[in-house]
């Protein structure tokens, strides 16, 4: 299934391997830091209604 | 010049500290300001001398008619006492320096540079850049710290003097300063905060 | 206005040497070069004029983190801002007083450091004129970039990190007069565009720092 | 319904709530046609395109770097916009906003230039050239970092973002004028804007068949990219407003004990 | 001692992004100097081991002068000096920290900035070799700089100029290892100087900057 | 720990403030300095504390016994309160912050950024600093400024506790401190200057 890419395998190789890294990177890391606000911000709201 | 604050509700760091304040300073009358440490009086002084915006309320009569003396003392320490002083008076177009450094018995230490003033010394230096500004509104926070007995005595007759010459003035102190003014608690202005529901535009 | 430009002049004077530093650091920078790339006289000569701008430069960028931040610390920027007189003017003579403090004296001083690199002769006057152009504008752009950190401890490589990609341009136009008049080439295109960004900074930018300081006042 | 009630209900979103609310809704279906996209644009570019006859099988790496670029620069663009309607009209959404793509404009400008580098290794030899294209990328990365930079030593929130807002403004005129200098400066390498004329890029035969070979997996993946964006720029939208409102409940909680 | 350490890392972190400044200033420096000279790539490969060697020199000194003089200005270095550990140690930390965050980093990303300046490939390890040798003794240099000059508003550039002559040894031979390595020349010799350097300073300046440091507080 | 000061001279800026200084402070005891501004008072306790060497005169007891405070605060504005108390009390080898933040009502501050604080909570900070050093002899410069009543009078009841647990403070203030605490008045130490013709080593 892989396609020939001849004598520049490893620099296509490479480059779609950097970027999808780099993309992966930026969605987790944006995907992590959304929940984990979400959580601190609802325990924080939880916790000042209760206090009143 | 009478200074009038209405509804005045001012911020720090976002949060409101103190809501509906309201008050109103005449010419030739001074008043001073309590609350315990945290309560929010150098916020207010520093929303009256227009450094920053209040949230809502207007306060009016304060245009160039403030001068501000705050906790930093805006003294460099490598100009002499005078050349300090005359920096001022001429930035304020005030013509001389020799009754402000009468009134705060800055004479001796006119020629001093600055950075080797005493802490008390340099209080008075900044204290006596008032009388140079020729402003009529006097906006003080905690002027007297570090100031000995017969300095904060110059002060209180300076304060005098101001009043009797048609000034005002803010004061904002934990101390007795021997003046006879009117006093303004700030802790009955605290800011109520609001419930957590509701989430407006304010993220609060 | 004059007061203040007198003392900030006065202050720059008192607190040891004042724009001696500046020049020292030129100086030294220069004299680094040759240490750190070789000494082959034709390697020097040819990067003279780039190397002359970029020490410039970066003298220029090393006095800024001072120019807001102790007026600030002591306090001195609230009683500024609450006198009667507009915060643009107190930027714009602030930037007058670093050039004059600074920029002035490393135009003035970079053809003796020309020597020391083997500028080639054409080059000198050229080096002069664009450093001369250029410099008020690095002045201005700095004010800017220090009126943006003013306020934060330890700001001076956050200043850096601001204001040096607004000196490219600066940067890249005047180096290339000077190069250009080191090889005896034609000037006048970026000499034209130098004086152009000069002028446009000189104009607009102390709106924009008058305006980043009043709400650093807050 | 009236031009400006319209226009007042797109300020409405401006509200932090209402954005909330209404992200939530519309993220799925960005997510998902981004994914898509993103997926069958590369699959096709990567296993069903010919090679291009002078650059091999390299040429494959359009596919990620043209889209990558195109998605840094606008990025700016969108930052300059949302900065704008933030010092003009104070709606703390769209400073939210700006803030929250520079991030993905700093990934982007990173993807444009790794893949330029991998790619111009081959090519022109080098990994890297003072071509003025890819000097001014640079100099536009070093732009995204003072901004980040900026926003992340500013306590005070507000004062922040009128800050970050006037660098914004600032630095793009700055980020124009300094396209021009390195132009200026230094003739390049690298091929000019020619999206639309893909067989100009490649310099393969001129027929448009075989122009088009490359052009619709291309486009698909620009399309794939711009969707990425949106979704990630929404999404980090309402993580930061979340952030916003955490630390003001915070500090008002501490504040009031 | 370790307490010391950990505050002032954390305290590096928390001023806005921590080592990431030096970071970037150098990298901003490497871009501009093509800029400035030019953008021959043979002119740009033969001068990069120097301009590198140079740049993390020059972003190590700007981030000195906060090194002492915050904990100055607001009492700390009072409060540590009267404390019970000697002060030739809190120069050593401080130095310390100063490494962890403005010299390692420079180091590791080194590299990457001689790919923008056409670095011949043999130089790069001899780069990396020469930077992770040198920058301690930058560092506890710096130090000693910035221990002279705490107390002097304004001291930025005074401390340019007393620690820049001291670093010459250092970017002498550092900058050789880098410009042999790169041509593929023998580097033994300025490699065992370059080490005894730091062994030498690392050993007996902190005893100097605590000395300095003493009469500063006075 | 008795600190006993005999026949001190101190000096600012090569000029001779003080001389003859002899003071006693024994465990328990408390000791006021009075002075006008400018008197010296800052330059004897930084004396004391080991900042600056003495003229002449000697000074026993002092070694690393003394906890100093003077009109810097030395706090961190980026760290948060307990972060600043944490890394003192390491550096003293104190076992626990938390006597510290009980005496000086800081626990709703902990976990604030000292930034963040309030000129009187800072002051507070930096006074609650003194109990993570363990160290018997406190040392203070104007402790009080910028403190409101409330925040006086614990600072007050600390010190009271500190003596009743066998330490001993020495405190320069311009103002009351709700202490019984013998006064000394520095005005008599006051350095004569010296004839012009004595012209010696000291160049005066
Ligand atoms: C690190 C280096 C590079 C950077 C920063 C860079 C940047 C860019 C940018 C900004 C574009 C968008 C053009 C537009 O549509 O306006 C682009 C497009 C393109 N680049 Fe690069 N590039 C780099 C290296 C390379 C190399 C080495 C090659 C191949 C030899 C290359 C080939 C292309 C092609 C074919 C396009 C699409 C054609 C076009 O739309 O102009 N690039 N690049
Ligand atoms: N940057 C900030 N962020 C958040 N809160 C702050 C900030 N600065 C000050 N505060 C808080 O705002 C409140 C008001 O502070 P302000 O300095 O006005 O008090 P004050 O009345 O002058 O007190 P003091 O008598 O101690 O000087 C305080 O509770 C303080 O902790
Ligand atoms: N660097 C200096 N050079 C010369 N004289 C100085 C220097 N620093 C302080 N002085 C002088 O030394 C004297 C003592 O100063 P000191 O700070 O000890 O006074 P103090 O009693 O603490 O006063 P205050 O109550 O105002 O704090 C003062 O007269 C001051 O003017
Ligand atoms: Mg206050
Ligand atoms: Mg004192």
């Known amino acids: 299934m892989m396609p020939d890419l001849g004598k520049y395998a490893e620099t296509v190789l490479s480059a779609y391997v950097a970027s999808l890294v780099l993309l992966a990177a930026l969605v987790l890391l944006s995907l992590w830091r959304g929940r984990r606000m979400r959580v601190q911000l609802n325990e924080l709201e939880d916790r000042i209604r209760q206090d009143g | 010049m009478t200074l009038t604050v209405t509804d005045l509700t001012i911020a720090r760091g976002g949060i409101p500290v103190l809501q509906g304040v309201n008050l109103v300073?005449?010419?030739?009358?001074?008043?001073?300001?309590?609350?315990?440490?945290?309560?929010?009086?150098?916020?207010?002084?520093?929303?009256?001398?227009?450094?920053?915006?209040?949230?809502?309320?207007?306060?009016?009569?304060?245009?160039?008619?403030?001068?501000?003396?705050?906790?930093?003392d805006g003294i460099k320490p490598t100009l002499t006492v005078s050349e300090n002083l005359t920096f001022w008076a001429s930035v304020f177009g005030a013509n001389g320096i020799q009754p402000a450094l009468d009134a705060f018995d800055l004479q001796q230490l006119a020629m001093r540079p600055a950075g080797s003033?005493?802490?008390?010394?340099?209080?008075?230096?900044?204290?006596?850049?008032?009388?140079?500004?020729?402003?009529?509104?006097?906006?003080?926070?905690?002027?007297?710290?570090?100031?000995?007995?017969?300095?904060?005595?110059?002060?209180?007759?300076?304060?005098?003097?101001?009043?009797?010459?048609?000034?005002?003035?803010?004061?904002?102190?934990?101390?007795?300063?021997?003046?006879?003014?009117?006093?303004?608690?700030?802790?009955?202005?605290?800011?109520?905060?609001?419930?957590?529901?509701d989430f407006d535009g304010d993220f609060l | 206005m004059i007061a203040l430009l007198l003392r900030d002049l006065k202050l720059a004077f008192r607190a040891g040497g004042g724009f001696g530093l500046g020049l020292a650091f030129f100086l030294i920078l220069t004299v680094l070069v040759p240490f750190s790339v070789g000494p082959q006289s034709s390697l020097l000569s040819s990067i003279a004029p780039g190397?002359?701008?970029?020490?410039?430069?970066?003298?220029?960028?090393?006095?800024?983190d001072r120019l807001l931040a102790l007026d600030w610390e002591d306090g001195s920027l609230d009683l500024l801002a609450t006198a009667p007189v507009p915060l643009e003017s107190v930027v714009t003579i602030k930037a007058l007083a670093h050039w004059l403090t600074t920029g002035l004296p490393l135009v003035l001083v970079a053809p003796?450091?020309?020597?020391?690199?083997?500028?080639?002769?054409?080059?000198?006057?050229?080096?002069?004129?664009?450093?001369?152009?250029?410099?008020?504008?690095?002045?201005?752009?700095?004010?800017?970039?220090?009126?943006?950190?003013?306020?934060?401890?330890?700001?001076?490589?956050?200043?850096?990190?601001?204001?040096?990609?607004?000196?490219?341009?600066?940067?890249?136009?005047?180096?290339?007069?000077?190069?250009?008049?080191?090889?005896?080439?034609?000037t006048t295109t970026p000499l034209l565009m130098l004086a152009g960004i000069t002028a446009a900074v000189i104009a607009l930018l102390p709106f924009a720092s008058a305006a980043v300081l009043r709400v650093n006042l807050r | 319904?009236?031009?400006?009630?319209?226009?007042?209900?797109?300020?409405?979103?401006?509200?932090?709530?209402?954005?909330?609310?209404?992200?939530?809704?519309?993220?799925?279906?960005?997510?998902?046609?981004?994914?898509?996209?993103?997926?069958?644009?590369?699959?096709?570019?990567?296993?069903?395109?010919?090679?291009?006859?002078?650059?091999?099988?390299?040429?494959?790496?359009?596919?990620?770097?043209?889209?990558?670029?195109?998605?840094?620069?606008?990025?700016?663009?969108?930052?300059?916009?949302?900065?704008?309607?933030?010092?003009?009209?104070?709606?703390?959404?769209?400073?939210?906003?700006?803030?929250?793509?520079?991030?993905?404009?700093v990934v982007m400008t990173v993807i444009a230039l790794v893949t330029g580098a991998i790619w111009g290794q081959?090519?022109?030899?080098?990994?890297?050239?003072?071509?003025?294209?890819?000097?001014?990328?640079?100099?536009?990365?070093?732009?995204?970092?003072?901004?980040?930079?900026?926003?992340?030593?500013?306590?005070?929130?507000?004062?922040?973002?009128?800050?970050?807002?006037?660098?914004?403004?600032?630095?793009?005129?700055f980020a124009v004028l300094s396209r021009y200098a390195v132009n200026f400066w230094n003739q390049g390498l690298h091929q000019g804007a020619s999206v639309m004329r893909i067989e100009a890029v490649t310099g393969a035969d001129t027929q448009e068949k075989v122009s088009n070979v490359f052009f619709f997996p291309l486009l698909i993946c620009i399309v794939g990219f711009v969707l990425l964006f949106v979704a990630l720029v929404l999404y980090r939208t309402g993580t930061e407003i979340r952030a916003r409102r955490f630390r003001a409940l915070l500090a008002r909680e501490r504040a009031g004990a």
């Open chain 2, 25 to 72: 300073l005449r010419p030739g009358a001074a008043l001073v300001l309590r609350g315990s440490n945290g309560i929010g009086k150098t916020t207010l002084l520093r929303t009256l001398a227009g450094l920053q915006p209040p949230v809502c309320g207007t306060i009016r009569g304060a245009d160039e008619t403030i001068a501000y003396a705050g906790h930093f």
């Open chain 4, 1 to 105: 319904m009236t031009i400006s009630a319209k226009a007042n209900a797109i300020w409405a979103y401006a509200n932090p709530k209402k954005f909330l609310a209404a992200s939530e809704r519309v993220l799925p279906f960005f997510w998902i046609s981004s994914g898509l996209c993103l997926v069958v644009g590369l699959t096709w570019g990567f296993f069903f395109t010919p090679d291009d006859y002078r650059q091999g099988s390299t040429v494959k790496i359009i596919y990620l770097h043209v889209p990558a670029a195109l998605l840094a620069i606008n990025t700016w663009f969108m930052m300059l916009v949302a900065s704008l309607i933030w010092l003009i009209r104070r709606h703390h959404v769209s400073v939210l906003a700006a803030r929250a793509a520079a991030p993905v404009g």
């Open chain 3, 112 to 186: 003796l450091l020309g020597v020391l690199l083997n500028l080639p002769v054409a080059g000198f006057f050229w080096l002069v004129i664009s450093l001369l152009l250029g410099t008020p504008a690095l002045s201005v752009i700095g004010t800017f970039g220090a009126a943006l950190t003013v306020g934060l401890k330890r700001g001076g490589l956050l200043l850096s990190l601001l204001v040096l990609p607004l000196y490219v341009p600066t940067l890249i136009f005047g180096a290339e007069v000077a190069r250009r008049g080191a090889a005896g080439m034609e």
């Open chain 4, 122 to 173: 081959p090519m022109w030899g080098t990994w890297w050239a003072w071509d003025p294209r890819l000097t001014s990328f640079l100099i536009l990365f070093l732009f995204y970092l003072g901004y980040i930079a900026l926003w992340e030593a500013i306590e005070n929130p507000d004062a922040a973002a009128d800050l970050t807002s006037v660098l914004c403004l600032v630095g793009s005129v």
């Open chain 2, 117 to 197: 003033l005493s802490a008390g010394q340099k209080r008075r230096l900044a204290l006596s850049r008032l009388l140079v500004t020729g402003r009529p509104i006097w906006v003080l926070d905690e002027p007297t710290v570090s100031l000995d007995v017969a300095a904060v005595s110059m002060f209180a007759a300076a304060v005098r003097a101001h009043l009797a010459g048609g000034g005002s003035a803010l004061i904002a102190t934990h101390i007795d300063l021997g003046l006879s003014a009117e006093v303004l608690d700030l802790g009955r202005f605290r800011a109520k905060t609001r419930p957590v529901a």
């Open chain 3, 51 to 64: 190397v002359l701008w970029l020490g410039a430069l970066l003298a220029c960028l090393l006095s800024l």
